[in-house]
């Protein structure tokens, strides 16, 4: 899908180039250009091309979709501006044996190709703006279909290995009952594990959680986990929300959690594993930090996996709406996730 939106890209740039430019000039003002001299044409030609790259480049359409009204008039204004300098070339003027004749064939000359500026710039920009969101239309529409392959790969995987949710939770049941009493660790291990397994099940087909759920799904998940450590690990989770009811993809956050617990513990090393969840004014900070206790080469080979496919989960749901970074500094990687819920 990828190499097909590339193609595509390609496919409407060499059109840009070859077809619609060139026809465009020759149709309209290539001869008035070519009589003002070479310098001028090649100079209307360079400015043109440039503002079909620069449209491109600037990718108005997720400007538009994020709200960056100002970044838009901030560049088409800088677009006009070079519009109007190139107005304002200097030609030299037409000679005619009546000098007051001069004057007025090189005014009307001058006319002309203002006007022929100013409508090719329109038409230029008029088709980037375009292609700029019919490529964005296009790239969200692969997007969602390979984020569609991708959910009905990860729920055929769960049907495969599904048991009966009846069978599983009567069995977990009878097997708490034999662990009664024997071990305080074991019997919160159970409660945990039953937890986040309810958890999953319940939410496999919703779209939307609630804050509130999967701060609580963490919470077992990272209680679980602990109960395995010994204390070369240390543990710091922190949340907070000024409103747990927002509503968030179920399970979007546990990749980020799974990946700190793989990478980060160590039963021979001291280590420390942070992570918080903050949400404030409708906007949501998630961060880890851990050590890399894997050995480096195998971490940089195996990460960008599991993140790739959360950048593509992000950009499908909030599009423009999101920031990931990630980075590894001194053996310690953190990550920051922000997401803007309304």
């Given at each position: 899908m990828v190499s097909l939106e590339n193609k595509g890209s390609l496919i409407l740039d060499?059109?840009?180039?070859?077809?619609?430019?060139?026809?465009?000039?020759?149709?309209?003002?290539?001869?008035?250009?070519?009589?003002?001299?070479?310098?001028?044409?090649?100079?209307?030609?360079?400015?043109?091309?440039?503002?079909?790259?620069?449209?491109?480049?600037?990718?108005?359409?997720?400007?538009?979709?994020?709200?960056?009204?100002?970044e838009i008039a901030g560049w088409l204004a800088a677009l006009v501006a070079g519009n109007?300098?190139?107005?304002?070339?200097?030609?030299?003027?037409?000679?005619?044996?009546?000098?007051?004749?001069?004057?007025?064939?090189?005014?009307?000359?001058?006319?002309?190709?203002?006007?022929?500026?100013?409508?090719?710039?329109?038409?230029?920009?008029?088709?980037?703006?375009?292609?700029?969101?019919?490529?964005?239309?296009?790239?969200?529409?692969?997007?969602?279909?390979?984020?569609?392959?991708?959910?009905?790969?990860?729920?055929?995987?769960?049907?495969?290995?599904?048991?009966?949710?009846?069978?599983?939770?009567?069995?977990?049941?009878?097997?708490?009952?034999?662990?009664?009493?024997?071990?305080?660790?074991?019997?919160?291990?159970?409660?945990?594990?039953?937890?986040?397994?309810?958890?999953?099940?319940?939410?496999?087909?919703?779209?939307?959680?609630?804050?509130?759920?999967?701060?609580?799904?963490?919470?077992?998940?990272?209680?679980?986990?602990?109960?395995?450590?010994?204390?070369?690990?240390?543990?710091?989770?922190?949340?907070?929300?000024?409103?747990?009811?927002?509503?968030?993809?179920?399970?979007?956050?546990?990749?980020?959690?799974?990946?700190?617990?793989?990478?980060?513990?160590?039963t021979t090393r001291d280590c420390v594993i942070e992570i918080s969840l903050a949400i404030?004014?409708?906007?949501?900070?998630?961060?880890?930090?851990?050590?890399?206790?894997?050995?480096?080469?195998?971490?940089?080979?195996?990460?960008?996996?599991?993140?790739?496919?959360?950048?593509?989960?992000?950009?499908?749901?909030?599009?423009?709406?999101?920031?990931?970074?990630?980075?590894?500094?001194?053996?310690?990687?953190?990550?920051?996730?922000?997401?803007?819920?309304?």
């Amino acid at each position: 899908m990828v190499s097909l939106e590339n193609k595509g890209s390609l496919i409407l740039d060499i059109f840009f180039c070859v077809v619609f430019m060139p026809v465009l000039i020759a149709l309209g003002p290539a001869g008035y250009w070519l009589n003002c001299g070479t310098v001028f044409f090649m100079t209307a030609c360079v400015f043109f091309y440039g503002c079909y790259f620069a449209v491109k480049h600037i990718r108005f359409p997720k400007l538009f979709i994020a709200g960056r009204y100002r970044e838009i008039a901030g560049w088409l204004a800088a677009l006009v501006a070079g519009n109007w300098l190139l107005t304002q070339f200097p030609l030299p003027d037409l000679d005619f044996v009546t000098p007051s004749m001069s004057a007025f064939q090189t005014s009307v000359r001058d006319y002309s190709i203002t006007l022929s500026l100013w409508l090719i710039f329109s038409l230029v920009i008029g088709y980037s703006v375009s292609v700029a969101f019919v490529k964005e239309l296009y790239g969200q529409v692969l997007l969602q279909k390979r984020l569609e392959h991708q959910r009905d790969k990860a729920e055929l995987a769960i049907f495969k290995a599904q048991i009966s949710p009846h069978f599983l939770f009567n069995t977990l049941n009878s097997l708490y009952s034999l662990v009664i009493g024997t071990s305080q660790k074991a019997e919160d291990a159970f409660i945990k594990f039953t937890e986040i397994l309810k958890y999953t099940y319940i939410t496999i087909d919703n779209d939307l959680v609630s804050v509130k759920d999967e701060i609580t799904y963490i919470q077992n998940y990272i209680d679980l986990q602990e109960l395995r450590l010994n204390r070369h690990t240390m543990v710091k989770w922190s949340h907070d929300a000024d409103n747990e009811g927002y509503r968030i993809p179920p399970m979007i956050l546990l990749t980020f959690v799974e990946n700190a617990f793989k990478y980060g513990v160590s039963t021979t090393r001291d280590c420390v594993i942070e992570i918080s969840l903050a949400i404030a004014g409708g906007v949501l900070r998630f961060r880890t930090c851990n050590s890399v206790m894997k050995h480096v080469g195998e971490f940089r080979t195996e990460l960008p996996v599991g993140l790739d496919n959360c950048r593509a989960r992000l950009s499908g749901i909030y599009p423009g709406k999101y920031t990931l970074d990630t980075y590894e500094r001194d053996g310690i990687f953190n990550l920051d996730l922000t997401i803007k819920l309304v």
